[in-house]
């Protein structure tokens, strides 16, 4: 109910006979028109002190507290909206906006797992509310509970067919879910023929066939019987120009007995498209064959959500997800004119030009990259991910004077995030400030992948001449040059292709 409306309900049992009683409720109606005129001209701040006012005049009315938290929100208050909301919602339990407002508040806040509740309790109240259920799925993503975020995501593109952000997001669930049960396996059983061949195909995803051909024969060695992989081992031998050599993979695919339906249910499953039965049967169980199956359905159902984002017309998310496949694959100058076009449809969406950004980091286009992150520093001075990034692509472009200021603020701003500390300790030690470099060098070292950051904290303790130091941490470089990567992830290297 509007705020006026119920307002003229309670002032009417005051007391009908004074005429100041009348003066006074005739203010508030006032006021309370008032309110409501501000808020539809998109006045909200304004409309703020009006309804502080109504709610101090007339204490205890959820419809009054109601639209005072709606003011607040709207005019981007929502630390003090959460407690009006919260009021409303113990007034009157029922109520669907104040579930929907203190939920969309909380979002906002970054409080992902306070705005759950009321936003689980809107969308019982209406099933079809598209708002409520996107911001619950949205609530459930940022707390990683992707197969929660799932079944609300799914109704989401019955609701709205055309929406490609639906389609967008449900493949992006997926395509997590996939990883998460990828991630599974291969610390179940990071040996076995089953993650072999995940870590197989996603090496030839990335087109680097000579490494998913090791694999593949390794798996094939562990497991025999796994069907699918001569196949695959054909396909690379044909790409490759040995017809020949895949005729004998193909054949040896077809001697392989089918699988035996009543033991071997997912693989039936899969086999017949039913990739919705697999994860609702293989959800339940551990087993690393559960994570296989589960890898193979959720990257189905990844690929049928992309397919229906496809078939819409051109937007941001469809320019995305060909960006981020491109990029997932190593081709980086595909992936960047990609994100470019999906910054050109969302142009107020900064994080599109972020990822442009990254991208052409990793294209080493560096110039390109900095032009980018200037003008989103520009509008946003104090993001760290843009500091950080912009004195990263200078270090590379060997200007660590000039990154350093840059990486500074990206410390300061973004504590906990290690990869600015070890930027910042490599731009000090160039510039010949070795006691600045090694507090934030030390501090990065559980980031550091090629050694660099351990044998820069070496040199930078015998620059300042801690000797001892020195020799500890040139062993701790020497040691971790040595150790090998674990996992499949890091076979087949170099090794050529073969034939049967």
């Known amino acids: 109910m509007h705020a006026a409306r119920l307002l003229l309900v309670l002032v009417s049992l005051i007391s009908p006979a004074s005429p100041q009683v009348r003066a006074n409720e005739e203010q508030l109606a006032a006021k309370s028109r008032f309110g409501k005129e501000l808020m539809a001209a998109g006045r909200y701040a304004e409309a703020v ?37 919260d009021a409303a919602l113990r007034l009157q339990p029922g109520s669907l906006p104040a579930a929907l407002f203190l939920g969309a508040s909380n979002l906002r806040l970054g409080r992902n797992a306070e705005a759950v509740a009321p936003l689980q309790k809107a969308v019982r109240l209406q099933p079809d509310n598209r708002d409520a259920r996107s911001m619950l799925a949205e609530a459930l993503m940022g707390l990683e509970r992707y197969a929660e975020a799932e079944p609300h995501l799914r109704r989401l593109t019955v609701m709205a067919p055309a929406d490609p952000a639906a389609w967008f997001n449900l493949a992006k669930a997926y395509e997590t879910l996939a990883g998460n049960s990828f991630d599974r396996l291969l610390k179940q059983a990071p040996e076995s023929p089953l993650g072999l061949a995940l870590v197989a195909e996603a090496r030839l995803k990335q087109d ?54 009543s033991r071997e249910t997912l693989e039936c499953a899969f086999s017949a498209g039913k990739h919705r ?11 690393p064959e559960a994570s296989y199956w589960l890898v193979r359905a959720y990257n189905e159902l990844a ?9 819409l017309p051109p937007s941001a998310e469809s320019h995305e997800w060909i960006a981020q496949m491109h990029r997932n694959e190593r081709r980086y100058g595909e992936s960047a004119q990609e994100w470019r076009k999906a910054a050109a ?3 107020g969406d900064p994080r599109l030009r972020m990822e442009l950004a990254e991208t052409l980091r990793l294209n080493r286009d560096f110039a390109g990259a900095q032009q980018v992150l200037e003008e989103l520093l ?47 300790g490599r731009a000090y030690a160039l510039v010949g400030r070795a006691a600045d470099a090694i507090p934030h ?53 170099g090794v050529p292709i073969t034939p049967p």
């Open 208 to 261: 680097q066939r000579n490494a998913a051909f090791y694999l593949y024969r390794q798996a094939i060695d562990r497991g025999p019987e796994l069907r699918g992989l001569h196949a695959a081992v054909a396909g690379i031998y044909r790409s490759e120009g040995h017809p020949d050599w895949a005729a004998v993979e193909e054949d040896r695919e077809r001697r392989l007995p089918g699988p035996d339906c």
């Open 378 to 424: 520009r509008a946003a001075p104090n993001e760290p991910g843009s500091n950080y990034l912009l004195g990263d692509v200078l270090l590379a472009q060997e200007q660590p004077e000039r990154a350093i200021p840059f990486l500074e603020t990206a410390v300061r701003l973004g504590p906990g995030q290690v990869q600015p500390h070890g930027a910042l």
């Open 49 to 85: 002190p009006v309804y502080r006012e109504l709610v101090d005049a007339v204490p205890g009315n959820a419809g009054l507290l109601l639209n005072l938290g709606m003011a607040l929100h709207l005019s981007g208050q929502d630390q003090e909206a959460i407690s009006r909301f």
């Open 303 to 311: 690929v049928q959500a992309f397919s229906r984002l496809a078939a």
């Open 441 to 493: 060098l030390k501090e990065a070292l559980s980031a550091d992948t090629d050694g660099s950051l351990h044998y820069q904290l070496a040199r930078s303790y015998q620059a300042t001449g801690q000797t001892q130091q020195a020799q500890l941490a040139l062993r701790d470089y020497e040691e971790f040059r040595k150790a090998a990567p674990a996992g499949p992830e890091a076979y087949g290297q």
């Open 277 to 287: 039965d697999i994860v609702l049967a293989a959800s339940k169980l551990r087993s």
């Open 345 to 347: 449809l969302a142009p």
